[in-house]
């Protein structure tokens, strides 16, 4: 086991954690924010990729699917929340999950009634194609350009929640909703922007990875188990604690695929130390989110103290 | 909606010729949503235009998705039975799915006839009378890809499949034919979306080869991502990971590999011309091998019909036993163990007309069959 392959994985875990970061910041937000569990959170980062892979396939440009993949996830939001999502904020958890459920099936649906079964063809942009040499290994351009990306949002989010306006009302709306509304905030527009902004994060995620897995129907749903998996650890409703437990999903889970099977290697025949550290590999995370849950209920980061 | 609508023609026709032999009831449960659906609408559409081929016979055709999920596969299976009454279940694509429905199906002696999967467990000791599988034994295109790496002068290949019945049997024949050293051995999740990890092993392995089998979406997000790693090791595969449902998503990446499959839209005989070219016309693109499967599938079923009666269900085992039809593969015949015994093309990807296809470079196998079929007591 070489320096250059723990490296190459390391670049790999924090690759996944970043993507994975996009995905949970939107779900946290709404969740801080609004109280609202929104299972349909995977599906708009489907539309996402749907409709940067189909834009880039029309305009040859893939810059230009993604713009439209953030734009045209972000209006899906608004339109959800608007239409669905704002029924629900005084009911059950309960009713919010039945509800964001059957969006998740009418949007998959509406997707493959639009574009069909089959998967979507997206590729990289010609400018991050191929692998750069890092001295010791080679790596992906585009995985290194995801990095970058992911790096880059996250500060952009921070501050906007720390420095603006607009994240000054999402703060305060997370400590306490109904005092904000009666200091005349309007309430509604803050809680539709929201929405949209975690919509955008998830069309983002989605496009972005498109162009290097499949862009197929229920392509968001083991990303969105992953998020959930995210901002139990990190503590829900915290942007910080879904920074901290994206990075800690996307490394240990990498990590784990790559040593557990050498591990059982030790101890088991080949074929044998195979599975068994690929199924134990695959439980990791959720040995984590368990200990998590044991010793600190709130999370590592725990929104409101 | 649709199934309300098949059932109340159903309904009509039976009223009309109630005199004929009985109508056949086939219950479809095939992956119509999620990562796997490709591979379910092709069995589904390749089966559906066999039936529409023939114009007029009574079948009654009714299809559930079953969403990848073995305990849903295993419910709509009871239902078609209990509910529906069907006399033939067929459809399943993935072989955890096929082990959680199978067995208990043909133990209520009803038929099942595997358009796709085909795990060794139900290929050996477990074999049953009433279950035919019309593709193939799960190893046999790997054992068919290892033979041909043989070939190509491979000695140190990384091999590497989902963690499932069907991944196992894949990689255990890939190694029953390959003589050269293995330079690793993974095992994937079913429906991973992110091979990053693994390729980085691939890289330092210090192969000079690899082999993979990753059907559906799992294949598209590899290629993808090996594409752009920077690792340029020649692939040698089976026909799933490159197969016609996903070529057009994975594009130039694939060009060049070679797979083994027992079918190929290029195979040169009447039925599969005639087969290409009506299943271009129905749905607007190309058949993949999973669309051949269905085909021959429903072929078996119509020329069973002919001759004998379902309900009886000795004689309508003796009719399927016959194989009477015309397999869009060329030749079709049955080892003892009611899996086909085969030839095992090589193909190459290939771009024809702007087309990302596949065409017939070699043969790895005449007449193969698969080893489990020896502890068979039938």
């Given at each position: 086991?070489s320096?250059?392959?723990?490296?190459e994985?390391?670049?790999?875990?924090?690759q996944?954690?970043?993507?994975?970061?996009?995905?949970?910041?939107?779900?946290?937000?709404?969740?801080g924010?609004?109280?609202?569990?929104?299972?349909?959170?995977?599906?708009?980062?489907?539309?996402?990729?749907?409709?940067?892979?189909?834009?880039?396939?029309?305009?040859?440009?893939?810059?230009?699917?993604?713009?439209?993949?953030?734009?045209?996830?972000?209006?899906?939001?608004?339109?959800?929340?608007?239409?669905?999502?704002?029924?629900?904020?005084?009911?059950?958890?309960?009713?919010?999950?039945?509800?964001?459920?059957?969006?998740?099936?009418i949007?998959s649906?509406?997707?493959?009634?639009?574009?069909?079964?089959?998967?979507?063809?997206?590729?990289?942009?010609?400018?991050?194609?191929?692998?750069?040499?890092?001295?010791?290994?080679?790596?992906?351009?585009?995985?290194?350009?995801?990095?970058?990306?992911?790096?880059?949002?996250a500060?952009?989010?921070?501050?906007?929640?720390?420095?603006?306006?607009?994240?000054?009302?999402?703060r305060?709306?997370?400590?306490?909703r109904?005092?904000?509304?009666?200091?005349?905030?309007?309430?509604?527009?803050l809680?539709t922007?929201?929405?949209?902004?975690?919509?955008?994060?998830?069309?983002?995620?989605?496009a972005?990875?498109?162009?290097?897995?499949?862009?197929?129907?229920?392509?968001?749903?083991?990303?969105?188990?992953?998020?959930?998996?995210?901002?139990?650890?990190?503590g829900?409703?915290?942007?910080?604690?879904?920074?901290v437990?994206?990075?800690?999903?996307?490394?240990?889970?990498?990590?784990?695929?790559?040593?557990?099977?050498?591990?059982a290697?030790?101890?088991?025949?080949?074929?044998?130390?195979?599975?068994?550290?690929?199924?134990?590999?695959?439980m990791?995370?959720?040995?984590?989110?368990?200990?998590?849950?044991?010793?600190?209920p709130?999370?590592?980061?725990?929104?409101?103290? | 909606?649709?199934?309300?609508?098949?059932?109340?023609?159903?309904?009509?026709?039976?009223?009309?010729?109630?005199?004929?032999?009985?109508?056949?009831?086939?219950?479809?449960?095939?992956?119509?949503?999620?990562?796997?659906?490709?591979?379910?609408?092709d069995?589904?559409d390749?089966?559906?235009?066999?039936?529409?081929?023939?114009?007029?016979?009574?079948?009654?055709?009714?299809?559930?998705?079953?969403?990848?999920r073995?305990?849903l596969?295993?419910q709509?299976?009871?239902?078609?039975i209990?509910s529906?009454?069907?006399?033939?279940?067929?459809?399943?694509?993935?072989?955890?799915?096929?082990?959680?429905?199978?067995?208990?199906?043909v133990?209520?002696?009803?038929?099942?006839l595997?358009?796709?999967?085909?795990?060794?467990?139900?290929?050996?000791?477990?074999?049953?009378?009433?279950?035919?599988?019309?593709?193939?034994?799960?190893?046999?295109?790997?054992?068919?890809?290892?033979?041909?790496?043989?070939?190509?002068?491979?000695?140190?290949?990384?091999?590497?499949?989902?963690?499932?019945p069907?991944?196992?049997d894949?990689?255990?024949?890939?190694?029953r034919?390959?003589e050269?050293?293995?330079?690793?051995e993974?095992?994937?999740?079913?429906?991973?979306?992110?091979y990053?990890?693994e390729?980085?092993?691939?890289?330092?392995?210090?192969?000079?080869?690899?082999?993979?089998?990753?059907p559906?979406?799992?294949?598209?997000?590899?290629?993808?991502?090996?594409?752009?790693?920077?690792?340029?090791?020649?692939?040698?595969?089976?026909?799933?990971?490159?197969?016609?449902?996903?070529?057009?998503a994975?594009?130039?990446?694939?060009?060049?590999?070679?797979?083994?499959?027992?079918?190929?839209?290029?195979?040169?005989?009447?039925?599969?011309?005639?087969?290409?070219?009506?299943?271009?016309?129905?749905?607007?693109?190309l058949?993949?091998?999973?669309?051949?499967?269905g085909?021959?599938?429903?072929?078996?079923?119509?020329?069973?019909?002919?001759?004998?009666?379902?309900?009886?269900r000795?004689?309508?085992r003796?009719?399927?036993?016959?194989?009477?039809?015309?397999?869009?593969?060329g030749?079709?015949?049955?080892?003892?163990?009611?899996?086909?015994?085969?030839?095992?093309?090589i193909?190459?990807?290939?771009e024809?007309?702007?087309?990302?296809?596949?065409?017939?470079?070699?043969v790895?196998?005449?007449?193969?069959?698969?080893?489990?079929?020896?502890?068979?007591?039938?």
């Amino acid at each position: 086991m070489s320096l250059a392959l723990v490296l190459e994985q390391l670049l790999n875990g924090v690759q996944f954690g970043l993507m994975l970061f996009l995905m949970s910041a939107g779900l946290t937000l709404v969740f801080g924010v609004m109280g609202l569990i929104n299972l349909a959170h995977g599906s708009l980062y489907m539309i996402g990729a749907f409709l940067c892979a189909a834009l880039a396939a029309a305009t040859g440009n893939f810059w230009l699917g993604l713009m439209a993949g953030i734009a045209g996830a972000a209006a899906a939001g608004a339109l959800i929340e608007i239409l669905v999502i704002r029924r629900l904020y005084a009911r059950d958890h309960l009713d919010q999950v039945l509800a964001t459920f059957a969006l998740i099936l009418i949007l998959s649906e509406g997707v493959r009634m639009i574009f069909g079964p089959f998967p979507l063809y997206l590729n990289v942009p010609d400018m991050l194609r191929g692998s750069v040499d890092l001295g010791i290994t080679r790596y992906s351009l585009y995985r290194l350009a995801l990095i970058g990306f992911g790096v880059a949002v996250a500060l952009g989010l921070w501050l906007l929640i720390a420095k603006t306006r607009l994240g000054i009302q999402i703060r305060a709306g997370e400590s306490d909703r109904e005092m904000i509304a009666a200091l005349g905030v309007n309430i509604r527009w803050l809680y539709t922007v929201v929405f949209a902004l975690g919509a955008a994060l998830a069309g983002m995620a989605g496009a972005l990875v498109g162009a290097i897995q499949s862009v197929q129907v229920g392509m968001g749903e083991p990303v969105l188990i992953l998020a959930f998996v995210v901002i139990v650890i990190g503590g829900i409703g915290s942007i910080k604690g879904a920074m901290v437990g994206a990075l800690l999903v996307g490394v240990i889970d990498t990590m784990g695929r790559f040593l557990l099977p050498r591990i059982a290697g030790l101890f088991l025949d080949t074929s044998q130390a195979m599975g068994v550290g690929a199924a134990l590999a695959s439980m990791l995370i959720y040995l984590l989110m368990a200990l998590v849950l044991i010793f600190r209920p709130q999370g590592l980061f725990p929104a409101h103290g | 909606m649709k199934l309300k609508m098949t059932a109340i023609a159903a309904l009509a026709a039976s009223s009309i010729g109630a005199a004929q032999a009985s109508e056949v009831t086939v219950g479809m449960i095939t992956t119509l949503s999620g990562g796997g659906a490709g591979l379910g609408v092709d069995v589904r559409d390749g089966f559906q235009l066999a039936l529409d081929m023939a114009g007029e016979h009574n079948i009654k055709l009714v299809v559930e998705d079953d969403a990848q999920r073995p305990e849903l596969a295993v419910q709509i299976a009871e239902r078609m039975i209990q509910s529906e009454r069907a006399d033939i279940l067929t459809g399943i694509i993935w072989s955890n799915l096929a082990m959680a429905v199978v067995p208990s199906t043909v133990a209520q002696d009803i038929f099942y006839l595997s358009p796709n999967a085909g795990p060794s467990a139900l290929a050996g000791a477990n074999c049953h009378p009433n279950y035919f599988n019309v593709a193939w034994q799960n190893d046999m295109l790997h054992e068919g890809a290892g033979a041909y790496a043989n070939e190509l002068g491979y000695e140190n290949t990384f091999i590497m499949a989902p963690n499932y019945p069907a991944g196992t049997d894949a990689l255990a024949g890939f190694k029953r034919y390959y003589e050269g050293n293995l330079a690793g051995e993974l095992f994937t999740q079913v429906g991973q979306t992110d091979y990053a990890a693994e390729i980085a092993q691939i890289r330092a392995s210090g192969a000079d080869s690899i082999f993979i089998f990753l059907p559906g979406g799992m294949g598209i997000s590899f290629m993808r991502q090996y594409e752009q790693s920077g690792v340029d090791l020649p692939i040698v595969s089976a026909a799933f990971t490159f197969s016609q449902d996903i070529l057009p998503a994975v594009g130039e990446a694939a060009l060049g590999v070679f797979n083994a499959s027992q079918w190929s839209p290029d195979l040169d005989n009447d039925a599969n011309a005639a087969f290409v070219a009506a299943f271009q016309g129905a749905y607007g693109r190309l058949p993949s091998l999973y669309a051949s499967q269905g085909f021959d599938t429903a072929n078996l079923i119509l020329s069973a019909t002919a001759k004998a009666d379902v309900q009886d269900r000795d004689a309508f085992r003796e009719a399927l036993r016959e194989a009477d039809f015309t397999s869009v593969r060329g030749d079709f015949a049955w080892a003892p163990n009611q899996h086909p015994i085969q030839r095992v093309y090589i193909r190459e990807v290939v771009e024809v007309d702007g087309v990302i296809t596949n065409r017939i470079v070699g043969v790895a196998f005449d007449e193969h069959r698969d080893v489990h079929g020896e502890n068979c007591p039938m």
